[in-house]
């Protein structure tokens, strides 16, 4: 969420945050990098279009107009430049100047080598145990951020895995409306709306960068879960990768496999919502996983299918009013999955991502935890592999994004919650291995035809061979017409012939003088 250099009674009184990048001069003389030209100190942009109905308690909650509750100055970098204190690199960039290009793989997690699973698996689980260096996460909220006595900022270190599992509880928690009040849960920063799939796009980058940098090693690049198997079990559940079942308790991951022994943030809920707190970095119970376990949603036993894939990518539209759960002909909600694959809203309906999600049955399948479970960054990853294709076949127009009237958190320049430094859902609206320096190795679903396709198609080739046959017929009928027309006039030449000979033939009654 902020920089551990703005989490001081200082910098929150003042609004800003702007630290320095090297302070050889003293405190203040290098902020955002400005003594080398990387950046400067600037008021924070924060969109003020109005979003949709849907959220009615207007000042009520401190994600309204990120991050103007908690700060009103910003690093903004120049050039190549990039991070809370323009000491790193936009992504897509590297070197000491940030002017090398680099171009990282995410590939199928099913494609990796014993070697690369076992370093993979270990590098998670690095990330989850490595404080991160630069991040502190807020454990109040903005009205209590000082603590009791005013002077006790509230935030705690967090670790690199815990803080992406952190930002997500973070967007989709309730608006607390005051002591003894029913919390407000029809709000979602990061959820049924356009945002969804920019906001996770970014949540993705932001923990790529974390472990890159965590491992000093620009090409680290997450692997993705190609969920879309139309299975019923979940092929990377195995010790080599996620975790396999365990054989004592059949919601819980074996003892093989290191994600047993990862403990839960964000679990208590109740006290989030009665008490107006916010999850802080204190661990809980075990991930929670029963894979196609849940008896009474025989609806979510079983994974999307490939064609699912292959039929959402030909949704044409970004998104639909009313920029919401309920939209139809929307690419967004159908990959969300709120509608079938072919993009027509059903309420009863779960698809590709929720549906992943829903297959999951346990910690990966609640909102305010599923980062939890490690398949949530590979099932984000394939979310996100089939929102950067459908990118590069339909090439939208970045009009085509709304920039008012979505859900709070949605519309097109709002920066997403709870990101810093700030960063607008346009900015991850572009194809990314041109603009954000990836790409994915992917082999995408053909599409089958469909029922009416296939009858249409049949009557199409019916119609053409009754043709072909008609004209055939019609030329044999020709031709044989005109061969006894052929035949007509050599017969009557033959018989004027023959005639005119028989004429030439002296008649022998005739005398001859
Ligand atoms: O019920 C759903 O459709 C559903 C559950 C769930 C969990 C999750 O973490 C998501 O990100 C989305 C989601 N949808």
Known sequence: QFPRQCATVDALRSGECCPDLSPVFGPGTDRCGSSSGRGQCVPVIADSRPHGPQYMHDGQDDREQWPLRFFNRTCSCNSNFSGYDCGSCRPGWNGAACNQQIRTVRRNLLDLSAEERNNFVSVLHQAKTTIHPDIVIATRRHEEILGPDGTTPQFENVSIYNYFVWSHYYSVRKTFLGAGQQSFGGVDFSHEGPAFLTWHRYHLLQLERDMQEMLQDPSFALPYWNFATGGNTCDI?????????????????????????????????????????????????????????????????????????????????????????????????????????????????????????????????????????????????????????????????????????????????????????????????????????????????SRALQVTEIITIAIVTALILVAIIFAGATCIVHARKNKDELHQPLLTDQYERYSDDYDSIPNPSQSVV
């Open 237 to 445: 559940c195995t010790d080599d990768l996620m975790g396999a079942r365990s054989n004592f308790d059949v919601s819980l991951i074996s003892q093989n496999s290191i994600f047993s022994q990862w403990r839960v943030l964000c679990e208590n809920l109740e006290d989030y919502d009665t008490l107006g707190t916010i999850c802080n970095s204190s661990e809980g119970g075990p991930i929670r996983r029963n894979p196609a376990g849940n008896v009474a949603r025989p609806m979510v036993q079983r994974l999307p299918e490939p064609q699912d894939v292959a039929l959402c990518l030909e949704v044409g539209l970004f998104d639909t009013p009313p920029f919401y759960s309920n939209s139809t002909d929307s690419f967004r909600n159908t990959v969300e999955g709120y509608s079938d694959p072919s993009g027509k809203y059903d309420p009863a309906v779960r698809s590709l991502h929720n549906l992943a999600h829903l297959f999951l049955n346990g910690t990966g399948g609640q909102t305010h935890l599923s980062p939890n479970d490690p398949i949530f960054v590979f099932l984000h990853t394939f979310t996100d592999a089939v929102f950067d294709e459908w990118l590069r076949r339909h090439n939208p127009d970045i009009s085509i994004y709304p920039l008012e009237n979505a859900p709070i958190g949605h519309n097109r320049q709002y920066n997403m919650v709870p990101f810093w430094p700030p960063v607008t859902n346009n900015e991850m609206f572009v194809t990314a291995p041109e603009n954000l320096g990836y790409s994915y190795d992917v082999q995408w679903p």
